[in-house]
């Protein structure tokens, strides 16, 4: 092979004849004039379709701008639980300082995509990709079974994917707060949430017990966080004070926080932390971040994958948006304090209320308070006054993330401090333009009507499944065309009971999902589920998916490694993952086992004349986990539509 290699390198000719002339990057702002209020954007190409360029939709990409706002609301309260007073004298939260600072305490779940509910595309006035919720959560399996490490090494800071680990995770049931109780300060229910790596008690986990890298550090969170927080005013060199010892004294306007910092990345729109400020008794503490995501076409849908270079076409696009509120409590503990100085020590994580207003994915993750990890300054450090006995006190906090430059929360907005993102404030669309050489154009022209053929999405809901408990659910009478199905479990915020029993301060949790009572797992800010993973650990065991009644799997499948290794390994990935050193997919059996607990068939072999034929499709199976579990299923099926690439019209 090399040899051949080597030959056919030596009978290159250098150069060769350029297809294009010219290649320009477009980019039109959407319909919304700033305001995502609606939690919706739509973007139109009219500018385009008259521009008589060829427009590559392939290579197409949104910019869509984030503002992250953390505060605190109120100052600290002592819990009904305590067995003292409050003390006079309570350490303030301040982000402004490094021995306090909150620049790791947020981040986002994997892909900015996740952004995304569900999204639709009118061609010409007809609706050609339907709107369809939780479509991120289909959107994110393919990029977890076609993305390869190298992707991740090239892309992965551009579009804010790094895949969480699958073996980090911890569950909290809920149960009363005691002195060490130090993994409730990770949250509620399931928490994949620490971004400390801690190698030194990784060989000790070993060995109890085989619990891996639970608790000790999620990689895939930390990178992210990388991507997005960058503070201009950390340290990088001396820490005496001496001038050029942050990032900022190398930028040209310098660091100053009310200057410089933002007039330099205000020009070049680059993610930073823009705004902070210290908790006094009449302002809350704030960390504000501006983020300007890249999110492309083609990780949306496939349709824009497949597209050829397109002249004259009429698109509207119409996003949907996850823009979310979460309010939480971080509780700390003290014990057997007395009068002069108390020390306290994170204690809790407790989560009170997500507001979604499309109940999509809430994209933020809240890092775990433990020690050395991101959250551990949301907690209160130190008081001085009298108190005997245990000591609860709580802070609350609000954070939100919202699409524009204004922070959609009432609450938040109108805090003392609050500031306006200062980056890009709108979504806009990128596009290359592309001018042929007049011989290449001829030949593209030849067969001016190109057939794109793609392939959209349904998604239903079978809940409450309980543990143990056969299911056998029928999920639509009839599609044409159908390519495969996906099943995602999630653990049931059904199932379960809602009890007090949790966290002092904390509020109702469920029992099944350890989260607040009726609030799905995919909303928590301590879990990823929903962007990539699933719930931990949920085998299904007798699985099968039937067509119009036919077995789509010869056998039932009664164990894990068939489903992994017959039916998900390869999908998606090159050459079906059949060529040793030339594959891609990011889930290995572990992470299958664990936390990306994926079951997928591909149903769409079959003679061309049934293609045409609407068949039902049924799910059959057993759910060995201990808990009730909710399953969200994609089946996919294909279209194709035909355009004159020339004029745009569809044919």
Same mark, same amino acid.
């Not at 979504?427 to 011989?439: E, G, R």
């Not at 077995?551 to 499948?557: P, S, V």
């Given at each position: 092979?090399?040899?051949?290699?080597?030959?056919? &390198?030596?009978?290159?000719?250098?150069?060769?004849?350029?297809?294009?002339?010219? #290649?320009?990057?477009? $980019?039109?702002?959407?319909?919304?004039?700033?305001?995502?209020?609606?939690?919706?954007?739509?973007?139109?190409?009219?500018?385009?379709?008259?521009?008589?360029? +060829?427009?590559? !939709?392939?290579? @197409?990409?949104?910019?869509?701008?984030?503002?992250?706002?953390?505060?605190?609301?109120?100052?600290?309260?002592?819990?009904?639980?305590?067995?003292?007073?409050?003390?006079?004298?309570?350490?303030?939260?301040?982000?402004?300082?490094?021995?306090?600072?909150?620049?790791?305490?947020?981040?986002?779940?994997?892909?900015?995509?996740?952004? *995304?509910?569900?999204? %639709?595309?009118?061609?010409?006035?007809?609706?050609?990709?339907? =709107?369809?919720?939780?479509?991120?959560?289909?959107?994110?399996?393919?990029?977890?079974?076609?993305?390869?490490?190298?992707?991740?090494?090239?892309?992965?800071?551009?579009?804010?994917? !790094?895949?969480?680990?699958?073996?980090?995770?911890?569950?909290?049931?809920?149960?009363?707060?005691?002195?060490?109780?130090?993994?409730?300060?990770?949250?509620?229910?399931?928490?994949?949430?620490? /971004?400390?790596?801690?190698?030194?008690?990784?060989?000790?986990?070993?060995?109890?017990?085989?619990?891996?890298?639970?608790?000790?550090?999620?990689?895939?969170?930390? =990178?992210?966080?990388?991507?997005?927080?960058?503070?201009?005013?950390?340290?990088?060199?001396?820490?005496?004070?001496?001038?050029?010892?942050?990032?900022?004294?190398?930028?040209?306007?310098?660091?100053?926080?009310?200057?410089?910092?933002?007039?330099?990345?205000?020009?070049?729109?680059?993610?930073?932390?823009?705004?902070?400020?210290?908790?006094?008794?009449?302002?809350?503490?704030?960390? =504000?971040?501006?983020?300007?995501?890249?999110? +492309?076409?083609?990780?949306?849908?496939?349709?824009?994958?497949?597209?050829?270079?397109?002249?004259?076409?009429?698109?509207?696009?119409?996003? $949907?948006?996850? $823009?979310?509120?979460?309010?939480?409590?971080?509780? @700390?503990?003290?014990?057997?304090?007395?009068?002069?100085?108390?020390?306290?020590?994170?204690?809790?994580?407790?989560?009170?209320?997500?507001?979604?207003?499309?109940?999509?994915?809430?994209?933020?993750?809240?890092?775990?308070?433990?020690?050395?990890?991101?959250?551990? /300054?949301?907690?209160?450090?130190?008081?001085?006054?009298?108190?005997?006995?245990?000591?609860? &006190?709580?802070?609350?906090?609000?954070? /939100?993330?919202?699409?524009?430059?204004?922070?959609?929360?009432?609450?938040?907005?109108?805090?003392?401090?609050?500031?306006?993102?200062?980056?890009? #404030?709108?979504? $806009?669309?990128?596009?290359?333009?592309?001018?042929?050489?007049?011989?290449?154009?001829?030949?593209?022209?030849?067969?001016?009507?190109?057939?794109?053929?793609?392939?959209?999405? !349904?998604?239903?809901?079978?809940?409450? *499944?309980?543990?143990?408990?056969?299911?056998?659910?029928?999920?639509?009478?009839?599609?044409?065309?159908?390519?495969?199905?996906?099943?995602?479990?999630?653990?049931?915020?059904?199932?379960?009971?809602?009890?007090?029993?949790?966290?002092?301060?904390?509020? %109702?949790?469920?029992?099944?999902?350890?989260?607040?009572?009726?609030?799905?797992?995919?909303?928590?800010?301590?879990?990823?589920?929903?962007?990539?993973?699933?719930?931990?650990?949920?085998?299904?065991?007798?699985?099968?998916?039937?067509?119009?009644? =036919?077995?789509?799997?010869?056998?039932?499948?009664?164990?894990?490694?068939?489903?992994?290794?017959?039916?998900?390994?390869?999908?998606?990935?090159?050459?079906?993952?059949?060529?040793?050193?030339?594959?891609?997919? &990011?889930?290995?059996?572990?992470?299958?086992?664990?936390?990306?607990?994926?079951?997928?068939?591909?149903?769409?072999?079959?003679?061309?004349?049934?293609?045409?034929?609407?068949?039902? *499709?049924?799910?059959?199976?057993?759910?060995?986990?201990?808990?009730?579990?909710? *399953?969200?299923?994609?089946?996919? +099926?294909?279209?194709?539509?035909?355009?004159?690439?020339?004029?745009?019209?569809?044919?």
């Amino acid at each position: 092979m090399c040899d051949k290699l080597v030959f056919d &390198l030596s009978q290159e000719i250098e150069g060769s004849p350029n297809v294009f002339v010219r #290649k320009d990057w477009i $980019n039109i702002l959407d319909n919304q004039n700033q305001n995502y209020n609606n939690n919706q954007s739509v973007i139109d190409t009219s500018q385009l379709s008259n521009s008589n360029k +060829y427009m590559s !939709y392939r290579e @197409a990409y949104f910019s869509i701008p984030f503002i992250i706002t953390l505060a605190t609301i109120g100052t600290p309260t002592l819990n009904a639980g305590s067995a003292g007073t409050i003390p006079t004298a309570i350490s303030v939260i301040d982000p402004t300082t490094d021995a306090k600072a909150l620049d790791s305490a947020v981040g986002l779940k994997n892909w900015f995509g996740q952004i *995304i509910h569900s999204f %639709t595309v009118d061609y010409n006035g007809t609706t050609i990709i339907q =709107q369809t919720p939780y479509v991120n959560m289909w959107n994110s399996f393919k990029l977890m079974t076609s993305f390869s490490y190298g992707d991740i090494i090239t892309q992965g800071a551009t579009i804010g994917f !790094y895949p969480d680990d699958p073996l980090a995770f911890q569950f909290n049931q809920p149960k009363a707060v005691t002195a060490t109780a130090s993994n409730l300060a990770s949250g509620n229910g399931v928490c994949n949430n620490t /971004n400390f790596i801690d190698t030194t008690t990784a060989s000790n986990n070993l060995t109890k017990f085989n619990t891996f890298s639970s608790g000790l550090g999620n990689e895939g969170f930390l =990178q992210r966080q990388k991507n997005i927080f960058f503070d201009s005013l950390s340290n990088i060199g001396t820490t005496t004070g001496a001038s050029g010892d942050t990032y900022g004294n190398l930028l040209f306007t310098g660091a100053s926080a009310t200057t410089g910092l933002t007039s330099t990345f205000n020009q070049i729109w680059k993610s930073y932390i823009y705004n902070k400020q210290i908790q006094t008794a009449s302002n809350s503490a704030i960390v =504000q971040t501006a983020v300007v995501a890249t999110v +492309y076409l083609k990780h949306i849908h496939s349709f824009f994958n497949m597209c050829p270079l397109l002249k004259g076409v009429f698109m509207k696009m119409t996003l $949907n948006l996850n $823009n979310t509120t979460t309010s939480f409590v971080a509780q @700390a503990y003290s014990v057997g304090a007395g009068s002069g100085a108390i020390t306290f020590i994170p204690s809790s994580l407790n989560a009170k209320t997500v507001n979604n207003p499309l109940g999509g994915v809430n994209p933020i993750m809240i890092a775990s308070g433990k020690p050395n990890n991101g959250g551990v /300054n949301l907690f209160v450090t130190g008081a001085t006054g009298a108190g005997a006995g245990a000591l609860y &006190l709580d802070q609350e906090y609000r954070v /939100n993330l919202s699409v524009g430059s204004v922070c959609l929360d009432s609450t938040l907005k109108a805090l003392t401090g609050y500031v306006e993102a200062p980056l890009s #404030k709108s979504i $806009n669309l990128y596009i290359p333009a592309y001018t042929f050489n007049p011989v290449f154009e001829q030949a593209y022209l030849s067969s001016p009507v190109k057939q794109i053929k793609y392939s959209d999405i !349904y998604q239903y809901q079978v809940l409450n *499944i309980g543990s143990g408990q056969n299911f056998n659910n029928l999920l639509t009478n009839g599609i044409a065309n159908i390519k495969s199905v996906l099943l995602l479990p999630f653990y049931s915020a059904t199932g379960g009971a809602n009890t007090s029993t949790g966290p002092i301060g904390a509020n %109702t949790l469920n029992s099944n999902t350890g989260f607040i009572g009726g609030v799905p797992v995919w909303q928590s800010p301590f879990d990823p589920a929903g962007t990539g993973p699933t719930s931990p650990l949920i085998p299904i065991s007798n699985f099968n998916i039937q067509v119009s009644g =036919q077995n789509a799997i010869y056998n039932m499948e009664k164990y894990s490694f068939e489903q992994f290794n017959n039916q998900l390994y390869g999908q998606n990935a090159v050459n079906g993952g059949l060529t040793d050193g030339l594959t891609s997919g &990011l889930i290995d059996r572990n992470g299958f086992d664990m936390e990306y607990c994926y079951y997928y068939v591909n149903v769409e072999r079959m003679l061309p004349v049934d293609l045409s034929v609407p068949k039902s *499709i049924q799910i059959l199976g057993q759910n060995l986990s201990a808990k009730a579990i909710d *399953i969200i299923s994609f089946v996919e +099926y294909g279209c194709e539509i035909s355009i004159d690439v020339l004029t745009g019209a569809r044919v």
